[in-house]
């Protein structure tokens, strides 16, 4: 196969990161503002429904990371209804019947429905990408990452304005609004998901380990690399989990610039596209945990400085923007790739993969609690008083999770070596 035609494989894989990143993000983001601000919901309840709604996805990721292990040539059996429920649940997410169920058990009920079917997406998505073109083929995984990573911020990209845009309009408007962009998310889902089950590398078949999880959870335990990636990981994902549950609040009554929030966020994820192939290229000259390393550093130098600023003060935000944006390309990028080079020849990749999506969801889920300790605090959505607190949590408690992911980190760096010098040409 010619490099040219590898480079449009890799291109199918990679396009199904953008519908699986344009559902998640309001999900996480915009989820909490719309059911404040539209439907009227107590932040402390919104709180505890997110909490639970995200425990319950957190504990079912192992399960369908071994069930995705034993899976043979039937792939399109398991993504294609999970697609299809991905899309009604996404669009019914944002409609909660006007009489009959409360909204607060509508939430609760569609979000476990989205984050189902994300996971059944995205834990077979990841873990097929890691088997790209053998367990050796470090260049093709690293290539195929760039691409899944890349199209996953055009999908942020787009649900940072869109429905941002939608949430600064008129209330009454914006369910019929986020319907609409519920169907161009579906579109787009649809057309991903045949350019993968159809053009991308073959799904990879399932190694012999699959058939017995227990033996499968065994290997994973005895690994030490992967012992050592699992405190650094969840600690980063709490560092990001945070800002994205109370960016909106935080934009709106902190700064008090509501509507900027779609330009903040766009130029937030726009310099996060710009820096990941700088990303994938530096991690194949000093390896995936030094680089990571140092979009850490990055982060925190860019981020600290949020929690200084006040009313009117959107020029110095959008540079927070900026650098935290340029920093995430290697927290998007980086944790698989040297995910991939931790597991052994002939082990399982789905349980892996189910293991870290089980921390990042962990951390999503623990994130929510930090809306009724900030409504305990006094933080009163849509006032700006208390905002203080909401600065201090949106902000310095991500810096400080993110130095101590950057300090647990460190012993990693001589597990996952640079890629050979023959192999840096990496698009």
């Known amino acids: 196969m010619s490099q040219h035609t590898s480079q449009w494989r890799y291109a199918a894989y990679g396009l199904a990161g953008l519908p699986l990143a344009m559902s998640a993000l309001p999900v996480y983001v915009q989820v909490p503002a719309y059911y404040t601000s539209v439907h009227g919901m107590s932040l402390a309840t919104l709180g505890w429904i ?98 899944r990573e890349g199209a996953g911020l055009v999908g942020v990209m787009l649900a940072s304005v869109i429905p941002a845009a939608i949430l600064q309009g008129d209330p009454a408007r914006a369910p019929a609004d986020m319907l609409l962009f519920s169907g161009l998310f579906g579109g787009l889902l649809l057309l991903a998901m ?73 130029c937030y994820f726009a310099a996060a596209a710009c820096g990941l192939p700088l990303w994938t290229r530096l991690a194949a000259r000093i390896g995936p945990a030094a680089c990571w390393r140092l979009g850490m550093v990055l982060a925190v130098l860019g981020f600290a400085g949020a929690t200084l600023l006040g009313p009117g003060d959107t020029w110095p935000y959008l540079a927070v923007c900026i650098a935290a944006g340029a920093a995430l390309g290697a927290d998007l990028a980086m944790p698989p790739v040297l995910l991939a080079r931790l597991i052994d020849t002939g082990e399982s990749t789905g349980i892996y993969y189910g293991t870290l999506t089980l921390l990042g969801k962990l951390a999503l889920a ?58 840096r040409s990496i698009p």
């Not at 476990?112 to 873990?127: D, E, F, P, Q, R």
């Open 366 to 423: 623990l994130s929510g609690l930090a809306l009724p300790v900030l409504a305990w605090l006094g933080y009163r959505p849509g006032v700006a008083e208390h905002t203080l607190a909401l600065a201090l949590v949106y902000a310095g408690v991500p810096c400080l999770l993110k130095l101590m992911a950057l300090y647990s980190l460190k012993s990693l760096s001589r597990l996952a070596p640079p890629l050979p010098s023959s192999s």
């Open 194 to 266: 045949l350019a993968l089950l159809r053009a991308a590398p073959a799904w990879p078949q399932p190694v012999q380990a699959a058939a017995d999880w227990r033996a499968a959870l065994r290997r994973m335990a005895a690994n030490q690399g992967f012992r050592r990636l699992l405190a650094p990981y969840f600690l980063n994902a709490l560092s990001v989990s945070l800002p994205a549950t109370l960016a909106l609040f935080f934009i709106n009554d902190r700064l008090q610039a509501g509507a900027m929030a779609g330009p903040f966020l766009a």
């Open 50 to 147: 997110l909490f639970a709604a995200r425990l319950v996805d957190t504990v079912q990721d192992p399960l369908l990371g071994h069930a995705i292990d034993r899976l043979h040539g039937g792939i399109a059996r398991w993504m294609a209804p999970a697609a299809l429920l991905l899309a009604l649940s996404f669009a019914g997410l944002w409609l909660p019947p006007m009489a009959g169920v409360s909204s607060g058990w509508w939430l609760a009920a569609m979000l476990v429905l989205v984050y189902t079917a994300h996971s059944m997406v995205n834990i077979a998505y990841l873990a097929w990408g890691a088997r790209i073109g053998g367990h050796d083929n470090k260049p093709a995984q690293l290539a195929a990452a760039g691409w």
